[in-house]
C-alpha cells in the first residue's frame, strides 16, 4: 500500500521530469529550404504548355526567347525546375532588368510545383510581362525568388540575352 501510494504520488512527477528534459522548448530550427538555389533551374516553356517536354532551360548567358501573347503584350513564358516534389505554397518573385532599368517584374503568392512523370516538380507559365520597350538581343538580368511558407529562401540569377525572333508556339 505504502508504494502505491509512493507511485501515485511521485509518477507524476517523474513523468514531468522526463517530458522537460525532452522538450526543445520551441527552438528546434525549421528544415532547411526545398531544394537548392544551384538546383533550381530557370527556364521556358511554349505559352499554355504544361508538360515536361515543352520546358526549356536557360543557362548563364543563354537566351530568354520573347512571344507575343494572345492579347498583343510580349512576354516571356518563364518556367522552373525543382529537382524534387515540393510541399505547401511558395512566393514567386520574378525580377527583369537591362542594366539599373527594370523591364518586367512578377509577384505571385500561393503558388505550387506540379509533379511530372520524370520526377521532377515544374512550374509553368509564369507570364513575365514587359512594362515598356526592349531591345532584341540586349544583354538583361533574370532574378527568381521562391519563398516557402516556412520563410526560406531560395534566389536564382541569371544572365541573358533577349531573343525575340524565335517565338515559341503555343502549347496544347
Not at 21 to 49: I, R
Request: aromatic share 8%; charged share 20%.
Amino acid at each position: 500500500m505504502a508504494s502505491s501510494l509512493l507511485l501515485r504520488r511521485f509518477a507524476p512527477v517523474a513523468v514531468m521530469v522526463v517530458a522537460l528534459a525532452c522538450d526543445d522548448g520551441g527552438s528546434a530550427p525549421p528544415p532547411g529550404p526545398p531544394f537548392e538555389a544551384a538546383a533550381l533551374a530557370l527556364g521556358v516553356n511554349p505559352p499554355g504548355a504544361e508538360a515536361p517536354h515543352g520546358f526549356t532551360e536557360i543557362p548563364d548567358g543563354g537566351v530568354l526567347p520573347i512571344v507575343r501573347g494572345e492579347q498583343g503584350l510580349w512576354m516571356i513564358s518563364l518556367a522552373l525546375r525543382a529537382p524534387n516534389p515540393t510541399h505547401g505554397t511558395f512566393a514567386l518573385e520574378v525580377d527583369l532588368r537591362d542594366g539599373d532599368q527594370p523591364l518586367a517584374t512578377l509577384q505571385r503568392s500561393r503558388q505550387r510545383f506540379v509533379v511530372a512523370d520524370d520526377g521532377y516538380a515544374y512550374y509553368y507559365d509564369a507570364w513575365l510581362v514587359f512594362e515598356g520597350l526592349f531591345t532584341t538581343g540586349a544583354p538583361v538580368t533574370l532574378t527568381v525568388r521562391c519563398a516557402d511558407s516556412d520563410g526560406h529562401v531560395v534566389a536564382v540569377t541569371r544572365s541573358a540575352r533577349l531573343d525575340a525572333a524565335k517565338p515559341a508556339e503555343r502549347g496544347d
